[in-house]
C-alpha cells in the first residue's frame, strides 16, 4: 500500500507530503519526504505521528473507572482501593471480560494508541479454579484486541503470593495465583497457539516483588527466553511507599535495587510504576537499558507519587505511557500528567524538554512511542522502513492546529487539545478508526454496559 501523508513526524522531524510504503504484512518498507503524487497512492490528510504503544493496561478495571471515588474511610488509599477492586475482580466472568475489554481496545484506538500490553492477572474462574482450558481469560483477552484492531502484547501475569514473606493469597486474590510450574504450563500453550500470529506478542510478568520469589523469577525467565529469547517481561515496582518500605524489611533493599542486584534487569524489561526511587536507583535503572512504565493519571488517582523524570530523563529516554486502571484512557491525558506533576513540583516549565528539543510535548511523545515499542517487545513506534504502519493522523482543521507552527503541534495536542483532535488511526497497515470512528461503534456498547450493570452492583 502506498500513504502519501501530507505531514508526517519522522525520526528527524516534521516533513511533507510524506509516501509511506507498506508490504503485506503491514511493515513499512520505504518513506519518501516530498514524493509527487501518484496514481494509486492514498492521501492520508493532517498531522500523521507513530501511533502510541500502552505499556500497561488491567482491562477490567475500566469497568470500574469513575466509580471509586468516593470517601469511605477516615483515610482512603491505594489500598482501600485495592479492596474495592479485588471485589470487583472476584464478579467478572469470561464473557464479561471480553465486552469490557474490546470496548475498551476501541477506545485506546480512538485515543491514539495502537498496540497494548495486556497485564493479565484474573486467570482463574471466580471461585478460584483454573478453567477447562487455563488460558481462558488469556485467550477473551487476545480475541478482544482483535476484533477492535489493536495490536496487544499479552502478558499472563505470575501471582504466588499474598504478599512479601511468601504470605498466603487471601480470598480475594484466588483468582490471581498459580504455582511457577503452572504458570509456565499457561506461558507454552500461549505460544503455541499464538506464535504465528499477527499483531499478537507474548511475555510474561510478575505482579510485584510481594507475588514472588527470586527463584520463581528465575525458574520463569528461564522457561520464557526458551520459548523467545527477546520476549519483554514486566514488573510493578515501587509504586507506594508502603510498598518500598515492607521490601526493605524483608529483603533489607528498596525494591529496584534488589530488582537491578538480584535479577537480570535488562533492555528486555518493563519496571511499571518505578515511583519511589533514591537518586542511586534512578541511575542504575536508566543504564540498566529498562523501559520505565509510567502510568501518569492512574499514578495521580491512586496517590501513588511523582517520578522522578528530569533525572530519569537526564540519563535515559526509555520510558512508555500505559493507562493501567483506565480511570482516563487518553494519550494526551498521560503526557500532559507527567509535565504537569514536574510542573506542579518544581515551580518551573517545559521541565521535560531537553537542550536539544524545546517542546516538552514532542520530547516526551517522541520518547514515549519509542520506548512504549520496546517495551512491548515490537517493531513500531517511528515511522521508518522496518516499523509496523502503526499511525495516528491528528485533525488539522481541529481549532488546536489553527495557524500552529509544525514544531509546536504536539505541544497543541498534548497541552490544550482534546480527543477528537485524533482522527484516523492505523494499525498495521489497515484502518481502525476512521473519522473518529470504528467499525464496532454500533455492536460493542451493549454487551459492555449491561457488564457494567451487573458488575457495579453492589461494588
Ligand atoms: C493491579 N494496580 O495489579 O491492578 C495493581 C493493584 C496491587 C496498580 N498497582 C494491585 N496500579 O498492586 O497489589
Ligand atoms: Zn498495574
Redesign the pocket.
Known amino acids: 500500500m502506498k500513504l502519501l501523508a501530507e505531514r508526517a513526524l519522522l525520526p528527524n522531524g516534521w516533513a511533507e507530503r510524506v509516501l509511506i510504503e507498506t508490504d503485506a504484512s503491514g511493515c513499512i518498507v520505504s518513506v519518501t519526504p516530498q514524493a509527487q503524487r501518484e496514481p494509486g497512492m492514498e492521501s492520508v490528510r493532517g498531522f500523521t505521528v507513530p501511533g502510541m504503544p500502552n505499556v500497561?493496561s488491567?482491562a477490567f478495571?475500566r469497568a470500574m473507572a469513575g466509580s471509586t471515588e468516593l470517601r469511605l474511610h477516615t483515610s482512603d488509599s491505594?489500598w482501600t482501593?485495592?479492596d474495592t477492586?479485588?471485589r470487583f475482580?472476584a464478579k467478572i466472568d469470561p464473557a464479561q471480560m471480553q465486552a469490557i475489554a474490546t470496548h475498551l481496545y476501541v477506545e485506546m484506538l480512538k485515543a491514539g494508541f495502537t498496540s497494548v500490553a495486556e497485564?493479565h492477572?484474573l486467570h482463574h474462574d471466580r471461585g478460584g479454579k483454573p478453567y477447562g482450558d487455563r488460558a481462558e481469560m488469556s485467550h477473551r483477552l487476545i480475541a478482544s484486541a482483535r476484533a477492535a484492531g489493536i495490536a496487544i502484547t499479552h502478558l499472563p501475569?505470575l501471582?504466588a503470593y499474598g504478599g512479601f514473606g511468601s504470605q498466603p493469597p487471601t480470598d480475594g486474590q484466588r483468582r490471581?495465583v498459580n504455582s511457577a510450574d503452572n504458570f509456565i504450563a499457561l506461558l507454552e500453550s500461549l505460544d503455541a497457539q499464538y506464535r504465528n500470529s499477527p499483531h499478537v506478542r507474548l511475555g510474561a510478568a510478575f505482579?510485584?516483588l510481594?507475588?514472588v520469589d527470586a527463584s520463581m523469577m528465575r525458574n520463569v525467565e528461564d522457561a520464557l527466553a526458551r520459548l523467545d529469547p527477546t520476549a519483554p517481561l514486566h514488573i510493578?515496582a515501587a509504586?507506594?511507599l508502603n510498598?518500598v518500605e515492607e521490601c526493605a524489611r524483608w529483603t533489607g533493599q528498596r525494591p529496584v535495587e534488589w530488582l537491578l542486584d538480584n535479577v537480570g534487569i535488562d533492555e528486555h524489561w518493563c519496571i511499571?510504576?518505578a515511583t519511589h526511587l533514591d537518586d542511586r536507583e534512578v541511575l542504575r535503572l536508566a543504564q540498566s537499558g529498562a523501559v520505565a512504565g509510567l502510568?501518569p493519571t492512574?499514578?495521580a488517582n491512586?496517590g501513588?507519587g511523582v517520578f522522578p523524570a528530569p533525572a530519569f530523563l537526564s540519563a535515559s529516554d526509555r520510558f512508555g505511557i500505559g493507562t493501567?486502571?483506565h480511570v482516563v484512557v487518553s494519550v494526551f491525558e498521560e503526557l500532559r500528567m507527567l509535565e504537569y506533576g514536574q510542573r506542579l513540583m518544581r515551580h518551573e516549565r517545559a521541565i521535560l524538554a531537553s537542550d536539544d528539543e524545546p517542546s516538552p510535548g514532542r520530547r516526551i511523545h517522541v520518547a514515549a512511542s519509542v520506548g512504549g515499542a520496546r517495551a512491548l517487545g515490537i517493531h513500531a513506534g517511528r515511522i521508518m522502513p522496518g516499523c509496523r504502519a502503526d499511525l495516528v493522523a491528528l485533525d488539522s482543521d481541529h481549532r488546536v492546529f489553527w495557524n500552529t507552527e509544525l514544531t509546536k503541534i504536539l505541544d497543541a495536542w498534548i497541552f490544550s487539545g482534546d480527543s477528537t483532535c485524533v482522527r484516523d488511526v492505523m494499525v498495521g497497515g489497515r484502518w481502525h478508526i476512521r473519522d473518529g470512528r470504528h467499525a464496532l461503534d454500533a455492536d460493542i456498547g451493549a454487551a459492555c454496559r449491561s457488564a457494567l450493570t451487573t458488575l457495579l452492583l453492589s461494588l
Open positions: 500497561h488491567h478495571q491505594f482501593w485495592r477492586m479485588y475482580a497485564f492477572y501475569v501471582y490471581f505482579h510485584s510481594r507475588a510493578h509504586e507506594q510498598e511499571v510504576h502510568c492512574t499514578e491512586l501513588d493501567d486502571s
